[in-house]
């Protein structure tokens, strides 16, 4: 039995299992990824070389990246060979059996948060203006309140005119406290006020906004690189998660930001925000493929509890279920 047939089988029919909020928040995507590869299967009575092609170029444009598809298209292209399938009818399971493989197979990806139990947890969250990630700091907060931790914040983006306070909002609404400091004042002055008045308080997770001047390369990697030492110099583990936080629906584009941004400070995960907004689910993948960091979290819509672990089962199954169905 062939991975998705298991993935479906554990999560169909059982409720406790089936997440809702995945199989809603991926539904613009799986609608077209699934139209699309149906739409292939009732046009070739055959698969052929340029079936092929036509199914490169789906994949492709659900932005699961070039060298991701060459090697999904290889991997399938074998086993057809192997199983003898003529009808393009037969290939869906194969096609997303090598989805799942491809992405879980050469490498274990953990999309827990690592929490410290010894210390304070210091979270920096970067990322470009828009990408949601103010958004995602409550979020996280509010997924961290809920498992009975105590969080605060620290408003580290003293760039964007109204981040501070929108920030300062969003933890007024969750009851958590917010350190901040004046506009254009220095982020890590915030995040050094902020971490001893987390340690004083016995806090267990501080996160920690930051600008998201990714114009200006250099300036961003200094006030990264000082941020980290302030941090050090408080809590010697920390910071224990880096999260770059981008929005799905600038594809292609989001993929190079987040390149960009791993050049330039140690990323230990990604967030990808707005996935339900996109009918280009497959950036996940891409992700894997260039950066080989792992996918921990995803914004599957706008309300507090629309953030969700990434969970690939959950999220191969939200992307390919009405390829299955139909
Ligand atoms: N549908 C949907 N909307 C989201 C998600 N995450 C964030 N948003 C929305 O995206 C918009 C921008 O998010 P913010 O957190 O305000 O981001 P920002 O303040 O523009 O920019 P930064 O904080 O600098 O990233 C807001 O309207 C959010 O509600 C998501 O997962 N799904």
């Not at 052929?48 to 199914?55: G, N, Q, R, W």
């Not at 869906?92 to 304070?120: G, P």
């Amino acid at each position: 039995m062939g991975f998705f047939s298991k993935i479906k089988d554990a999560i169909v029919g059982n409720s406790a299992k089936q997440n809702d909020k995945y199989v809603a928040g991926l539904d613009k995507s799986s609608s077209s990824f699934s139209a699309k590869i149906n739409e292939l299967a009732a046009r070739y009575r055959e698969i052929d070389d340029d079936y092929f092609e036509e199914l490169e170029n789906v994949l492709i444009m659900s932005d699961v990246g070039v060298s991701m598809v060459m090697t999904i298209i290889d991997e399938i292209k074998k086993e057809v060979r192997l199983q003898n399938i003529k009808n393009p009818q037969m290939i869906n399971d194969i096609i997303i059996d090598k989805m799942f493989v491809i992405y879980a197979n050469d490498s274990y990806m953990t999309t827990k948060i690592n929490y410290d139990d010894q210390d304070l947890t210091v979270i920096l969250m970067v990322g470009v203006n828009g990408a949601g990630k103010t958004t995602t700091i409550a979020k996280l907060a509010h997924m961290m309140l809920s498992e009975g931790k105590t969080v605060m914040v620290a408003a580290g983006d003293t760039f964007r005119a109204g981040a501070i306070d929108q920030l300062a909002v969003w933890a007024e609404r969750l009851g958590i406290e917010c350190i901040k400091g004046k506009e254009g004042g220095d982020p890590s002055s915030v995040v050094f006020d902020a971490l001893n008045q987390a340690k004083d308080k016995g806090v267990d997770v501080l996160i920690c906004d930051t600008a998201g001047r990714l114009q200006n390369k250099v300036n961003l990697m200094n006030e990264l690189e000082k941020m980290n030492r302030i941090i050090k110099r408080v809590v010697p583990s920390g910071p224990q998660e880096t999260l770059l936080v981008i929005d799905a629906t600038t594809g292609q584009n989001g993929v190079s930001q987040a390149q960009e941004f791993s050049k330039i400070t140690d990323i230990t995960g990604i967030v990808l925000t707005k996935m339900d907004g996109t009918a280009k689910g497959g950036i996940v993948l891409s992700i894997k493929d260039t950066l080989n960091i792992p996918v921990k979290f995803m914004g599957l819509g706008e309300s507090m509890d629309d953030l969700q672990e990434f969970d690939l089962e959950q999220y191969i199954y939200g992307l390919c279920k009405n390829l299955m169905e139909e």
